[in-house]
């Protein structure tokens, strides 16, 4: 071996190294979560990287909580609304933005993009007014309302992004066919938009399953929350003890279906993250 | 099918004026082509006529309906776009059947529509691809297709062939025209290609700066222009133009004098005109004879362009000047170097005034 080739060694080594730091720094703290749910409560404190016995008794413990299996389901209820909304609403914002010539068109579009900086706790006071005011307290809509505000900007921006690149004269192809606004955005656009879709609703899926202050504030009651609060609410025996197994057991429960769905809708992600960033 | 009438036509885009005061008359089943330079309004005037665009000012028919303010579904327009923008997620058939299924036809209709129109176009074997599977004639079959299956009263192309390459941009040239044989459908047709204005069209429209130069067959611009700008603009290679000065008219025409031709009998009518004055002398490459040099008229050869039928022969005036082409049947005896004499065919030469109209010919002329 020379030495051009010791060096390539070298860097290829390198190479793979820094990738399998990086797999291990991003991937360790889940792969530990999965370990501390699968260990029978009485090994929990004792360190060890690899599982000798499988134990699912955190997972029984869970899945038999009421209140648990009912966060999950107002979890899935309120997502799947806000992803809906969030994209009904969007794709016809973005249609206006993208496609209608109106005066203060980038005015309406800046705001929404500077509403979009506002971190969340500037507005809860005031959320809370208007939540409470609407009758939504301790009701699942009231959080649906109050994530679409929040994934709304994202949305729109994006999509407006992606629909500005529709060749107009396609549009116009639709017009000329006799298609009404709502017959090309449904008929035409909508089929295209797809992986601008699955990107914005992924994003904003994730954003209202994940999301705890919201939720935490404006439910009240064991029935109405979702899965991040009712997370950090599990309990132990006493007082004096932290619960890792079960909280360990169903944060992995709801970040699997998480993982699964970013799988599935990857490629699709990345070709609607990079719409925009070149011109095809 | 329908007439089409344009009375005082203008278009505004905020404070640019693109189509002026314009009048025109499209005929029942005829084959306008709308020519001109870029940004001179040919696509404003048929997204006009399409309703893409409102109308600022004047009176749009056709028929015998004013539709200035009727949406483009109900004019009874196709339009066929530069880009064919295909729908990219359907079918050719999809494609095709997407305004009739908006138009609520029945289904039976729809396909025997849809049918009908594929086989004029020879898409029958294509009706199951995506647009992405065909070829680009294939592609511009499909969107002639989308335009026609609703029957529209007029079918507008907009720079139609304009992505085809140049062997394929023939064929297609030719079916288009024998498409409007067999359907004698009126058509307009923009394009900046004046081969398939030449080919196409019964009437050409001229435009410039939103503004009609001239109308008329494609023989009357040829060998008719009006203005200045409508010889050079229609004939490749372009038509060949000199200074010349007005000696004097009379009844049977007038004499001029041009540098490097000498003194030249025209038939034009110049009595409208000066003794002295400024005018411009057009020849056409074809009509410009080559003959041995003698005297001080005399031009360089700088170039000779063998084209296998023809030979195109480029003169150069003065060191500097525009050069002069003259065309001519191959083989040609003439050498880049050689100085040669101009002799242009009196009868086929035009003349420009200060302000670049035609002159007409002088009565005597026109009556030979
Ligand atoms: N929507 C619009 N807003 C403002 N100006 C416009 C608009 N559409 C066209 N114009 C202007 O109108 C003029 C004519 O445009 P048009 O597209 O009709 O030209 P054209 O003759 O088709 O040119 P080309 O041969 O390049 O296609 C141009 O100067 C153009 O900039
Ligand atoms: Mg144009």
Same mark, same amino acid.
């Given at each position: 071996?020379?030495?051009?080739?010791?060096?390539?060694?070298?860097?290829?080594?390198?190479? %793979?190294?820094?990738?399998?730091?990086?797999?291990?720094?991003?991937?360790?703290?889940? %792969? %530990?979560?999965?370990?501390?749910?699968?260990?029978?409560?009485?090994?929990?404190?004792?360190?060890?990287?690899?599982?000798?016995?499988?134990?699912?008794?955190? /997972?029984?413990?869970?899945?038999?909580?009421?209140?648990?299996?009912?966060?999950? @389901?107002?979890?899935?209820?309120?997502?799947?609304?806000?992803?809906?909304?969030?994209?009904?609403?969007?794709?016809?914002?973005? /249609?206006?933005?993208?496609?209608?010539?109106? +005066?203060?068109?980038?005015?309406?579009?800046?705001?929404?993009?500077?509403?979009? &900086?506002?971190?969340?706790?500037?507005?809860?006071?005031?959320?809370?007014?208007?939540?409470?005011?609407?009758?939504?307290?301790?009701?699942?809509?009231?959080?649906?309302?109050?994530?679409?505000?929040?994934?709304?900007?994202?949305?729109?921006?994006?999509?407006?992004?992606?629909?500005?690149?529709?060749?107009?004269?396609?549009?116009? !192809?639709?017009?000329?066919?006799?298609?009404?606004?709502?017959?090309?955005?449904?008929?035409?656009?909508?089929?295209?938009?797809?992986?601008?879709?699955?990107?914005?609703?992924?994003?904003? @899926?994730?954003?209202?399953?994940?999301?705890?202050?919201?939720?935490?504030? @404006?439910?009240?009651?064991?029935?109405? $929350? =979702?899965?991040?609060?009712?997370?950090?609410?599990?309990?132990?025996?006493?007082?004096?003890?932290?619960?890792?197994?079960?909280?360990?057991?169903?944060?992995? =429960?709801?970040?699997?279906?998480?993982?699964?769905?970013?799988?599935?809708?990857?490629?699709?992600?990345?070709?609607?993250?990079?719409?925009?960033?070149?011109?095809? | 099918?329908?007439?089409?009438?344009?009375?005082?036509?203008?278009?505004?885009?905020?404070?640019?004026?693109?189509?002026?005061?314009?009048?025109?008359?499209?005929?029942?089943?005829?084959?306008?082509?709308?020519?001109?330079?870029?940004?001179?309004?040919?696509?404003?005037?048929?997204?006009?006529?399409?309703?893409?665009?409102?109308?600022?000012?004047?009176?749009?028919?056709?028929?015998?309906?004013?539709?200035?303010?009727?949406?483009?579904?109900?004019?009874?327009?196709?339009?066929?776009?530069?880009?064919?923008?295909?729908?990219?997620?359907?079918?050719?058939?999809?494609?095709?059947?997407?305004?009739?299924?908006?138009?609520?036809?029945?289904?039976?209709?729809?396909?025997?529509?849809?049918?009908?129109? !594929? +086989?004029?176009?020879?898409?029958?074997?294509?009706?199951?691809?995506?647009?992405?599977?065909?070829?680009?004639?294939?592609?511009?079959?499909?969107? &002639?297709?989308?335009?026609?299956? $609703?029957?529209?009263?007029?079918?507008?192309?907009?720079?139609?062939?304009?992505?085809?390459?140049?062997?394929?941009?023939?064929? &297609?040239?030719?079916?288009?025209?024998?498409?409007?044989?067999?359907?004698?459908?009126?058509?307009? /047709?923009?394009?900046?290609?004046?081969?398939?204005?030449?080919?196409?069209?019964?009437?050409?429209?001229?435009?410039?700066?939103?503004?009609?130069?001239?109308?008329?067959?494609?023989?009357?611009?040829?060998?008719?222009?009006?203005?200045?700008?409508?010889?050079?603009?229609?004939?490749?290679?372009?038509?060949? @133009?000199?200074?010349?000065?007005?000696?004097?008219?009379?009844?049977?025409?007038?004499?001029?004098? !041009?540098?490097?031709?000498?003194?030249?009998?025209?038939?034009?009518?110049?009595?409208?005109?000066?003794?002295?004055?400024?005018?411009?002398?057009?020849?056409?490459?074809?009509?410009?004879?080559?003959?041995?040099?003698?005297?001080?008229?005399?031009?360089?050869?700088?170039?000779?362009? /063998?084209?296998?039928?023809?030979?195109?022969?480029?003169?150069?005036?003065?060191?500097?000047?525009?050069?002069?082409?003259?065309?001519?049947?191959?083989?040609?005896?003439?050498?880049?170097?050689?100085?040669?004499?101009?002799?242009?065919?009196?009868?086929?030469?035009?003349?420009?005034?200060?302000?670049?109209?035609?002159?007409?010919? !002088?009565?005597?002329?026109?009556?030979?």
């Amino acid at each position: 071996m020379n030495q051009y080739q010791l060096t390539k060694l070298a860097k290829r080594v390198g190479f %793979y190294a820094l990738i399998a730091v990086v797999m291990v720094y991003a991937i360790f703290p889940f %792969y %530990y979560a999965v370990i501390t749910s699968l260990k029978p409560s009485s090994d929990l404190f004792r360190v060890d990287f690899w599982l000798s016995t499988v134990d699912f008794g955190n /997972y029984v413990q869970i899945f038999t909580q009421k209140s648990f299996v009912r966060a999950i @389901f107002n979890s899935i209820i309120v997502s799947l609304s806000v992803v809906f909304i969030a994209l009904l609403l969007g794709i016809t914002a973005s /249609y206006a933005l993208g496609r209608v010539r109106f +005066r203060g068109r980038t005015t309406v579009l800046l705001v929404i993009l500077g509403v979009s &900086m506002f971190p969340q706790v500037a507005v809860l006071s005031g959320l809370f007014e208007v939540i409470r005011g609407l009758g939504l307290y301790n009701n699942p809509a009231g959080l649906i309302l109050s994530y679409t505000i929040f994934t709304l900007p994202f949305t729109v921006w994006v999509l407006t992004t992606f629909m500005k690149q529709l060749p107009m004269e396609l549009e116009e !192809a639709a017009i000329m066919d006799g298609a009404t606004p709502w017959v090309t955005i449904t008929k035409v656009f909508l089929p295209l938009m797809w992986p601008a879709m699955a990107t914005t609703g992924l994003l904003a @899926f994730i954003a209202a399953w994940n999301e705890f202050l919201f939720a935490l504030t @404006f439910t009240l009651t064991d029935d109405q $929350r =979702t899965v991040p609060v009712a997370i950090a609410l599990i309990s132990g025996g006493s007082q004096h003890e932290l619960p890792w197994g079960p909280i360990m057991a169903a944060s992995v =429960t709801v970040t699997v279906p998480l993982v699964i769905l970013v799988m599935i809708f990857q490629r699709r992600i990345v070709s609607g993250l990079t719409a925009g960033a070149v011109k095809g | 099918m329908a007439s089409v009438n344009l009375s005082k036509i203008n278009k505004v885009f905020g404070s640019t004026h693109i189509i002026k005061d314009l009048d025109l008359e499209v005929g029942n089943g005829e084959f306008v082509v709308f020519v001109g330079p870029s940004g001179c309004g040919k696509s404003t005037l048929l997204r006009l006529i399409a309703g893409l665009e409102s109308i600022s000012g004047g009176e749009l028919k056709i028929g015998d309906d004013v539709v200035n303010d009727l949406p483009p579904r109900e004019r009874g327009v196709g339009m066929v776009f530069q880009s064919y923008a295909l729908y990219p997620h359907m079918t050719v058939y999809e494609n095709m059947a997407f305004g009739l299924k908006l138009a609520k036809m029945a289904k039976e209709t729809v396909d025997d529509r849809v049918m009908a129109t !594929a +086989r004029i176009l020879q898409l029958e074997e294509l009706l199951h691809r995506k647009p992405k599977e065909l070829s680009g004639g294939q592609r511009q079959r499909v969107a &002639m297709g989308r335009a026609m299956a $609703r029957e529209p009263r007029i079918l507008l192309f907009d720079e139609p062939l304009s992505n085809l390459d140049a062997s394929l941009r023939v064929q &297609m040239r030719n079916e288009i025209a024998r498409l409007h044989h067999r359907l004698g459908s009126t058509m307009i /047709y923009v394009t900046h290609d004046q081969v398939e204005a030449m080919t196409l069209a019964d009437k050409i429209v001229v435009l410039r700066d939103g503004r009609i130069e001239q109308v008329g067959s494609p023989q009357t611009l040829y060998q008719q222009p009006a203005t200045k700008f409508v010889a050079g603009f229609i004939g490749s290679p372009t038509m060949n @133009f000199m200074p010349a000065e007005l000696l004097g008219s009379d009844g049977d025409g007038c004499k001029v004098k !041009a540098p490097g031709l000498g003194e030249l009998a025209l038939p034009q009518d110049a009595s409208g005109q000066r003794h002295g004055t400024d005018l411009t002398l057009g020849v056409r490459p074809e009509h410009l004879r080559l003959a041995e040099a003698r005297g001080d008229n005399s031009f360089e050869i700088v170039n000779v362009e /063998y084209l296998g039928n023809e030979v195109y022969v480029y003169l150069e005036p003065q060191a500097g000047d525009t050069l002069l082409i003259h065309r001519s049947e191959a083989p040609s005896q003439w050498q880049i170097g050689q100085r040669v004499a101009l002799v242009p065919e009196t009868e086929h030469v035009h003349l420009f005034d200060a302000d670049d109209r035609a002159l007409p010919l !002088a009565k005597a002329a026109a009556a030979a």
